[in-house]
Structure formats: structure tokens, C-alpha cells
């Protein structure tokens, strides 16, 4: 896909694509994997807002967009979040196994680990620790990524992709999504349309 890139440097430690894949890729096992996350999304937001939503709720789920990101050699992707969208997801494409990852010397069990930050990791700066908040003191969740593995996640949550260094690249395919409701976004009558 990298090559589909006119602009691409074919050598680059890491390599983002543009976020249209789903305009550009016509291959049937790229529709497959979009209707494998899309089905995942669907039960996953379903049981998050399970207490939340009308019983009865028409949906729509939109992708608002779609690339893939290859790294190598020691590259990462540091800290962020999405926006324009309420839940974002990467699809694992190939890396190493874990066992091998974690052999390595400098990197360790953190190779190629994706990185999830809490929302309290901002009021971590200067506070006092005590067992009185000891659900702050453990500020990032780690996820360790195989192939074929999907990860959802809701897209303010900070998160990111350690260094990774392989035999194979690191190669996901990530996501945004938008969830409309057909008769719009508004369930309470005070919220903000």
C-alpha cells in the first residue's frame, strides 16, 4: 500500500498514509476487515452506552477515516488523541510475536507496545500521593499487539505507539468513527445539539 504513495519515502523508518483508504482501497479483503470493525464497533459502543441509550435507537456508524502506518528501526508514534470523531481503532497487520519482541536488548516488553493514558494522567503533575488516590497512581494501560489483533478505544483517550524494532515492520491499519442517530445526536432535552 505504501507504494500506492507517490510521495512516500519507500525507506522511512515510519510512514503514514493518508487518512482515505477507504476512497482508494477497492481490494475485497480490505472491505472484509472494514465490515469485521464496523460489526465490532457496533456491539462494543452498544454495550458502552447500554445505560444510555433509548431502547429502541437507529444508528448510523461512519467512517471518517481510515490509514494504515508502517515503523521500524526504532520509530514510534508519540502521544495524541483524534478528534472529529467518538471512537477511534488500529487493526494489528504484522509485527513480530511478542516473544521475540520482548528479547530485545534495549527495548525489551515495550517493543512495539500501544500505550493507553487515562483520563487522570493530566492531575498526576505535582499531586500528592497517598493510598487515598492510588487509582492515579497507575496512569497508562499497555497493550500488547499481535497480528490480527483489534484494538477500540474511545478517541480522546491519549495514547500511543512505542518504539518497535523487527525483523518485520509494524504494519496497522487505524480508524475514526462517527455514530449518528437517525433522528439525530440529541437524546436529553438539555443537552447541546
Known sequence: MRVSDNGADQSAQFYSSSDDLIKRVELPEFHQLLSYIAESLQKTIKAANANVWPSKLSLNLEFAG??????NHGAFHDIHSHGNCSWSGVYYV??????????????????????????YQNWLGGAYMDMGNAYLQQPHFDVCPEAGML?????YLNHKAMPYEGVNDRIVVSF?????GAQGDKIFNYAAS
Open 66 to 71: 481510515s490509514w494504515f502506518q508502517i515503523q
Open 94 to 119: 504484522q509485527l513480530d510475536p511478542a516473544v521475540q519482541r520482548h528479547k530485545h536488548k534495549v527495548l525489551g516488553a515495550l517493543n512495539g507496545m500501544t500505550r493507553f493514558y487515562g483520563p
Open 151 to 155: 484494538v477500540l478505544f474511545p478517541s
Open 176 to 180: 475514526n468513527v462517527q455514530i449518528h
